[in-house]
């Protein structure tokens, strides 16, 4: 049984020890920590844990008794505590993003690097989703041909806390991720067009960006946090041979008083929540394994660098080249494990 500590009980924290403790198999949270002590204390009472609650993150992670890490804090805080696991030599899962800064992420590559050994796997769920492993499958076989544009849309009903920026920072790195997962390619430039501004929030929403790749498929994506209606996801590839969509959730088509209604989720956690427990349940089995899969450090890094061009594409206005990156022979091979 791995002995997991989580560090930051918030909502996915809890979402994670609740999916470590009834759903998933191999592993047992044993230890917490959150700045609010008191939260920490109550995400263990709701799951009847007697799980040993740590007043630092840094001792929780350095605890004898803990064989794996799961970070679930605030993002600023992630890049401290995914190198002490690597200092700790402790397999370490961390949500989006690995780090705040491109810079921050290279420094977790460097210190993985120097260790030779992957300890980090990223939260970005989507690879563990049915539909986008359908979807991968099918560009892979060549079914579509080859992939020449992405229409994609990623909408939430609200986020009232979000600052400016947030919708690229927190929202779209998902997308980011999960292209350069389905296409196998990397991006070369990004540009960011704001269109009117929904009234529904104080900050600019929706925002559209255009990414090109190396292979020069054209992608455009629309972010759209305070959409009202639901949480919904789209991506439509468009190929030499044909067009492929990632399916939509299963939902029961109804007819009735002379509509035809179909129900659209409304809560990231439902819509992925199969996607989450794959993803935790494969990490805990290559935790036991001895080696670490899934999104790693390098993809972390790549989505930074691809954040910051859309962030300074939104101030500039410009067309921004995303900086190319040679990949370390660390990640190659698990790069190819992984496509
Ligand atoms: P949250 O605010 O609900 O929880 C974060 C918790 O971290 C809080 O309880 C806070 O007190 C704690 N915390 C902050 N600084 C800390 C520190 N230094 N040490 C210990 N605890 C600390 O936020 P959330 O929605 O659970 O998000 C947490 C992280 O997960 C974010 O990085 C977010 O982007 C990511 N996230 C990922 C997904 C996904 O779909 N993969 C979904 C939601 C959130
Ligand atoms: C949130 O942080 C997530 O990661 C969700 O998966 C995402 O869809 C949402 O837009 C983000 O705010």
């Not at 500590?5 to 917490?32: E, P, S, W």
């Not at 849309?153 to 790195?173: G, I, K, V």
């Not at 590839?237 to 409304?266: C, D, F, H, W, Y």
Request: a negative charge.
């Amino acid at each position: 049984m791995i002995r997991v500590g989580v560090v930051g009980t918030g909502m996915i924290g809890q979402d994670h020890i609740h999916r470590i403790t009834n759903v998933l198999k191999g592993a047992q949270v044993t230890a917490v920590n959150d700045v609010d002590e008191q939260r920490a204390r109550q995400a263990c009472a709701k799951e009847h844990l007697d799980a040993e609650v740590y007043e630092s993150g840094i001792d929780l992670i350095q605890a004898p008794d803990v064989d794996a890490v799961i970070v679930t804090s605030w993002g600023p805080t992630h890049e401290e505590f995914v190198l002490a696991a690597i200092e700790a030599d402790k397999p370490v899962f961390c949500e989006k993003p690995l780090a705040v800064t491109a810079e921050g992420c290279k420094r977790i590559v460097e210190a993985e690097l120097q260790k030779e050994k992957q300890y980090v796997q990223v939260g970005y769920m989507r690879r563990y989703d049915k539909g986008y492993k359908a979807l991968k499958k099918l560009v892979d076989e060549g079914q579509v041909g080859e992939p020449l544009v992405v229409h994609c849309a990623h909408r939430a009903p609200s986020a009232p806390n979000f600052s400016e920026d947030m919708p690229l920072t927190d929202s779209f790195p998902h997308e980011i991720d999960t292209l350069r997962w389905l296409l196998d390619d990397e991006f070369v430039s990004a540009q960011v067009v704001l269109p009117r501004k929904t009234s529904h929030s104080s900050i600019q929403d929706p925002h559209i960006i255009l990414l090109e790749t190396e292979k020069g498929t054209r992608i455009d994506a629309e972010i759209f946090v305070n959409c009202q209606y639901g949480y919904d996801i789209h991506c439509e590839i468009i190929g030499e041979q044909g067009i492929a969509n990632l399916p939509e959730p299963a939902s029961v088509l109804m007819r009735k008083q002379a509509k035809r209604t179909n129900e659209i989720l409304v809560d990231w956690k439902e819509r992925f929540l199969e996607a989450y427990d794959k993803e935790i349940q494969e990490w805990i089995d290559s935790v036991q394994a001895g080696k670490v899969t899934g999104p790693s450090a390098w993809d972390g890094y790549k989505v930074a660098l691809t954040v910051e061009a859309c962030v300074e594409a939104k101030s500039s206005r410009e067309i921004i080249a995303v900086h190319k990156q040679e990949i370390p022979s660390l990640y190659a091979a698990s790069d190819k494990l992984l496509k």
